[in-house]
């Protein structure tokens, strides 16, 4: 018989209680109870935390669990807040209640947040739990990971366990074909640099051909919206579900999340518009366009998930002018079935959820009835829009893996699935210290034994352009940079990495419309290494050093077979976030390396022979390619070890200054022509 299973995370912002106000020693009562009305209530039990001294954020991190539930019809589970007092009865903080029934509960935990206590002149206080109803059976594929998975996994469920089944989780999938990389047969590529029209007019078909499976529901995310022949695919894509659910009695829902970045919020309205302008208005879909930005943080993830079976993930973003013309940006992304597919939808759950927490409070309601082309001077920016106008709710679901049941029913066990980590981050939509996958990584580079390969597109932080500054108030990643150093050092781990060429711009795009390649050469990137060999280890000296550089430390920027420059002379630029560690583990994602605090997610493909794969497609030809030799010099890189290359202190700055970092933040971003965009002026403000 399944059971009812209540993790309570926090409650946050409880007031102060008594004739003095101290501050509360808080505890929680959940009882559950089947409301029958008028007669028959059945009381399922009592249970009650442990009480937290002096706190008006306590946090818990506690399980309680209802055994054989037999139903949650009717079902109510309350929330009492209450304050301890030796000398006194208790007193009642806040309370609230969940009608279990409502909730779409299933196995896999949902995370809640419910007002306990309305204050009127102050911040409301409220309740996080984690809620699942079901028997779920053991998941063994923890037991089937690498040393290096296990030291993400342990990582993860240590320090992570509230975000599991949001930001991570360890599941697995199938590889469908060889990874997508583009331009395709980049490595040694065109002999005379410059790959034939419709060199990738593939790639968007994919794309769209994977969007066109749905059945029932898609999530699709992106930094921006698609424009170009990646438009073209996902109308045919929406025409083609639009088709297939004539016959369907509930609509297909389709959610489409994209970043609203500094200055450049999307127009919401008019991608919706685009994207349907084929479809007939009494179509059985439901279609959401959101974007968010909080502070310095919106969404950069790369996903098409449908129907908890087909997921794409990587680098990719949805832009005719960077991939598919002239002088385009290399990139990595892979196709995957099965399980891990469910991940992507549960990722962007909360994004929307955040979309529609803005929208209902005061400022996010005054936001949503502005056009989106109107400036907002706000730390805060969300964007939803709905089809069809007036038919469709303003917010879409919650996705639940009950939900695609009925597409997993009709499909034939899955083979040749592999163990695979999903994890990902939110940016500043979660506390500072809530970035699974950044400290998952560092575990994951931490436990080489023997070499790690690294294809990105830069560790170092955006320049000013024209200069080799840093930003004011941009650092190079120390602990990221820290962890290989130690391996280096520690055990001899040979470091090899392929970066962008410094200023490529893709497709005769502006300088400040895209621009791959932060500004660093590899002699700053393996300077930066080496430095932290001599901090974290005083003992090593001068000689010891360059033997690091000449025997176990490589970087090159990104080269074809015929060089670093397109035919026109343009660098060429890379866009990869990817990382292999000892050959045995792969990350294909869309979270950078180098410093940018945004929401990201990628999967970690824990298999050997899937990796040699992998490696045999990819990395060996594109090192092969890219590593000449030439690009590190080890006099160079010791001359470079006192440079301080992170940005000046952001607190004073000057219009020019100001003016020249708005244009690079941009061309980081790399809108490019979109039509899809807004101008806005934007003050940045830190989560």
Same mark, same amino acid.
């Given at each position: ?58 946090? %818990? ?39 279990? *029934?409502?909730? *779409? ?194 969404? @950069? ?8 079976? @087909?997921?794409?993930?990587?680098? @990719? ?36 959820? %955040? ?9 996010? $309601? ?88 690294? =294809?990105?597109? +830069? ?10 500054? =840093? ?72 000689? +010891? ?16 077979? @015929? ?21 045995? $583990? ?55 070890? *006192? ?8 607190? +004073?700055?000057?219009?020019? $200054? ?30």
């Amino acid at each position: 018989m399944p059971n009812l299973t209540v993790e309570l995370v926090k409650v946050i912002n409880l007031r102060d209680d008594g004739p003095d106000l101290d501050i509360a020693d808080p505890y929680v009562k959940f009882d559950l109870e089947q409301n029958n009305r008028l007669w028959n209530d059945t009381n399922y039990g009592r249970m009650v935390s442990s009480i937290k001294k002096n706190e008006r954020n306590p946090v %818990y991190n506690e399980t309680f669990v209802f055994r054989d539930i037999p139903t949650l019809k009717n079902m109510e589970l309350t929330c009492t807040v209450m304050d301890k007092d030796d000398d006194s009865r208790d007193d009642k903080l806040g309370k609230c209640k969940f009608k279990l *029934d409502e909730l *779409d509960l299933e196995p896999i935990p949902q995370v809640f947040r419910k007002k306990v206590d309305n204050r009127l002149f102050r911040k409301d206080s409220f309740i996080v739990l984690k809620i699942s109803y079901g028997e779920k059976a053991k998941d063994g594929d923890a037991n089937k990971l690498s040393y290096v998975g296990k030291a993400a996994y342990e990582c993860l469920r240590t320090y992570y366990g509230e975000y599991h089944h949001s930001l991570w989780n360890v599941t697995t999938g199938r590889i469908i074909g060889e990874l997508h990389q583009t331009p395709k047969n980049a490595f040694p590529g065109p002999g005379d640099g410059t790959h034939p029209d419709g060199h990738d007019d593939w790639f968007p078909e994919i794309m769209g051909d994977i969007l066109s499976r749905t059945q029932v529901w898609a999530d699709v995310m992106s930094l921006g919206p698609p424009d170009g022949r990646f438009m073209t695919a996902f109308q045919k894509a929406l025409n083609k579900i639009a088709k297939n659910a004539k016959s369907k009695d509930e609509p297909v829902i389709i959610r489409m999340m994209f970043g609203n970045i500094v200055g450049m919020p999307v127009n919401c309205n008019a991608v919706s518009r685009e994207l349907v302008k084929k479809l007939s208005p009494d179509a059985n879909i439901r279609l959401w366009v959101g974007a968010w930005r909080r502070g310095v943080s919106w969404n @950069h993830a790369k996903i098409i998930a449908v129907d908890g079976k @087909h997921l794409h993930v990587g680098g @990719h973003n949805q832009w005719d002018g960077h991939y598919l013309k002239f002088d385009p940006v290399h990139d990595l992304s892979l196709e995957m079935e099965g399980d891990v597919a469910y991940d992507g939808h549960l990722f962007a759950n909360y994004q929307w959820e %955040y979309t529609q927490s803005r929208h209902e409070s005061f400022w996010g $309601t005054l936001g949503s009835r502005m056009p989106d082309s109107m400036p907002q001077v706000a730390k805060v920016r969300v964007i939803v829009s709905e089809w069809p106008r007036k038919i469709a709710k303003e917010h879409p679901p919650k996705f639940t893996i009950s939900r695609v049941q009925s597409v997993h029913k009709s499909v034939e066990q899955l083979t040749g699935a592999i163990p695979v980590i999903t994890m990902g981050r939110y940016g500043c939509l979660t506390p500072p210290q809530d970035r699974p996958s950044d400290r998952a990584f560092l575990a994951m580079l931490g436990s080489a034994k023997k070499v790690i390969h690294l =294809a990105l597109q +830069d560790l170092g932080p955006v320049c000013i352009p024209g200069t080799k500054f =840093a930003l004011p108030g941009c650092v190079w990643p120390d602990e990221y940079l820290s962890t290989l150093a130690k391996v280096i050092w520690k055990r001899g781990v040979d470091v090899e990495i392929v970066v962008s060429n410094p200023g490529s711009i893709p497709g005769g795009l502006s300088p400040t419309e895209a621009n791959y390649g932060n500004g660093w050469s590899c002699v700053d990137v393996a300077a930066e290494i080496i430095k932290r060999i001599r901090s974290q280890f005083p003992e090593a000296n001068g000689n +010891d050093l360059r033997a690091k550089i000449s025997n176990n430390l490589r970087v090159a920027f990104i080269r074809e077979g @015929h060089g670093n420059k397109w035919a026109d002379g343009m660098n060429m630029g890379m866009h990869a976030k990817h990382f292999i560690v000892d050959d045995i $583990t792969t990350y294909i994602g869309s979270q950078n390396l180098y410093v940018c605090d945004l929401a990201e997610w990628g999967v970690v493909i824990d298999d050997a022979g899937q990796t040699q794969k992998f490696m045999e497609e990819y990395w060996n030809p594109l090192w092969k390619c890219s590593y000449t030799g030439e690009d590190v010099d080890v006099d160079a890189v010791m001359d470079g070890l *006192d440079i301080d290359r992170n940005g000046a202190d952001p607190n +004073d700055l000057d219009d020019e $200054t100001k003016k020249k970092m708005k244009q690079a933040e941009l061309a980081n971003a790399g809108v490019g022509k979109s039509g899809m965009y807004e101008i806005e002026e934007y003050e940045v403000e830190e989560c």
